[in-house]
């Protein structure tokens, strides 16, 4: 099962990369944690309409911790609920 998430993980870190690779290049941050954003970013804006939304939610759509989530956006100018909001 685990083999299974990081085989997925591996594969959307992949196509996001590709899919803008100057967004992630130019970052200061490292590809992996822009692809983090990217994958967060996207899932969000998919379920934005969900009144549920949690960042445990999203942290568990993208296969991350909730403090990991959290510490994605402390470079960021705005919180993860700010973002959101």
Same mark, same amino acid.
């Given at each position: ?14 196509? @996001?990369?590709?899919? #803008?690779?100057?967004?992630? /290049? ?5 590809? $992996?944690?822009?692809?983090? =954003? ?9 379920? @934005?309409?969900?009144? #549920?939304?949690?960042?445990? /939610? ?5 296969? $991350?911790?909730?403090?990991? =989530? ?16």
């Amino acid at each position: 099962m685990k083999v299974k998430i990081l085989e997925q993980q591996l594969l959307n870190l992949i196509v @996001l990369t590709l899919s #803008a690779p100057k967004e992630v /290049m130019m970052s200061t941050r490292s590809s $992996i944690q822009s692809v983090h =954003l990217k994958r967060i970013k996207h899932y969000v804006h998919l379920h @934005l309409e969900n009144p #549920a939304l949690t960042p445990a /939610m999203v942290a568990a759509a993208c296969h $991350i911790s909730v403090r990991y =989530l959290h510490k994605l956006f402390v470079e960021l100018p705005y919180s993860f609920s700010e973002w959101v909001k």
